[in-house]
């Protein structure tokens, strides 16, 4: 046990840090995008990646508790949350899952939280690529909407938002646990 204790640890402080940023941002878009190297194979990372009820923090679910979030990886599969009383939420809706030369994608359309209400349109990106010491993993958030929005404003708050859950897919994803 106390072996499994040190290896956690030292996998932890071995992971290179998350690069991340608003890369863009005006009243009408922004772009948040993301990228670290995970000590996991590409194949350990993609199917990490679909299993969003994993590390998804409840926090951040409608409903208080990720373990009913459901990401169906295909063309037109839904990134849903469903819970008790016939109540759901479709965060997005996945529109490309490709691989190509050993790099694996998933694109959804979709306005994650106060994002829906607004009427604005948000594509997010992942890629999962083979990496010298195990996979890349890539994120890109691009949303676009009306300029009367000041989307620029917003920008920050969602990348805070984001960046903890890719986080958190990076732990569980090297470690087996999000936290």
Sequence with gaps: MRLVAIAFAAALLCAPPARAEVASASPS???IHAETDLAAAPDKAW???TRID????????YSGD?????????AG???CERWGGGQSVEHARV???????????????????????MGVTGVITFTVAPHANGAKLTMTYRVTGDPSLNLDAISAPVD???????????????????D
């Design 66 to 74: 990720a373990s009913r979030f459901r990401l169906d990886a295909r």
């Design 95 to 117: 529109v490309l899952v490709m691989e190509h030369e050993g790099v694996r994608t998933l694109r959804a359309i979709g306005a994650f939280g106060p994002l829906q209400e």
């Design 47 to 49: 199917r990490d990646l």
């Design 160 to 178: 805070n938002v984001l960046m903890e859950q890719f986080g958190r897919l990076t732990r569980y994803s090297t470690s087996g646990t999000p």
């Design 77 to 79: 599969g839904c990134w």
């Design 54 to 61: 994993r590390w998804w923090n409840s926090a951040h679910t």
């Design 29 to 31: 878009s922004f772009v």
